[in-house]
């Protein structure tokens, strides 16, 4: 019998902790309360949210505007070169060209490719990120992202500046509603991905002398555009 069988056998044999322990319910009270669940009432709880979290909201109307929004973002940060997701992973038609019109060259970093280390120096002089989300959590600000072929991890914390693009279908009033929709799935997101983040506002420490300092773990700014 090797090592690994004989220990296998040992956690199996154990007692098992907490016998008395009452099962899971099959539901849980709200940690947060939201009264107003309509598209618009999510929308603007989350905007309330994420920007008392430093972070901020630019609503948008079609696909066209949503190009629009996100290259005046671009642009007022004097952007040359962006992280990103594949544009599949992006809910904007269109956005991939209206950017590499705009003179800005997209970096899709996978950190796989023969290349890693030439994709590494390109990617310090990145600017921006620009990705898509898994959901959006109203009634704390919170960007559910979780990494996937096309969707990797780097765009959303290495830039300065993340740009994150959802529609307005993706707001859900709380982050345990994402939970709850994932144990009816059978948890294939969370079981299919490297990494699930939570993510609410700028990054930010207050380890040195209690002061607030963004930036310091992740992108310093966070803005956000909501497609309708």
């Known amino acids: ?54 972070g901020q909201i630019f609503p948008v109307t079609g696909d066209q505007a949503a190009c629009d929004q996100v290259l005046e973002l671009l642009r007022s940060h004097n952007t040359d070169s962006i992280l990103a997701w594949d544009f599949a992973c992006i809910p904007v038609f269109g956005l991939e060209e209206a950017i590499r019109e705009a003179g800005i060259t997209i970096v899709q970093p996978d950190l796989r490719d023969e290349f890693r280390e030439e994709i590494i120096e390109s990617m310090r002089d990145a600017q921006c990120g620009v990705t898509g989300v898994d959901a959006a959590a109203a009634t704390t600000g919170t960007l559910i992202v979780s990494t996937a072929p096309g969707k990797g991890r780097m765009p959303t914390v290495l830039a300065p500046v993340w740009i994150p693009i959802l529609t307005i279908d993706q707001l859900i009033p709380r982050i345990e509603d994402w939970v709850a929709r994932e144990r009816a799935s059978g948890l294939q997101t ?5 990494n699930v983040a939570f993510i609410s506002g700028p990054s930010r420490t207050g380890d040195i002398e209690m002061e607030l300092i963004l930036g310091v773990h992740g992108s310093g700014v966070v803005q956000v555009v909501v497609k309708r």
Do not use: C, W
């Open 1 to 54: 019998m090797s090592s690994r069988d004989q220990i296998l056998n040992k956690l199996r044999a154990a007692r098992r902790p907490f016998d008395d322990a009452p099962p899971r319910p099959k539901a849980y009270l709200p940690v947060t309360h939201i009264d107003d669940t309509s598209p618009d009432g999510l929308l603007a709880r989350f905007t309330k949210e994420m920007e008392g979290l430093k």
């Open 190 to 194: 969370i079981r299919n991905s490297a």
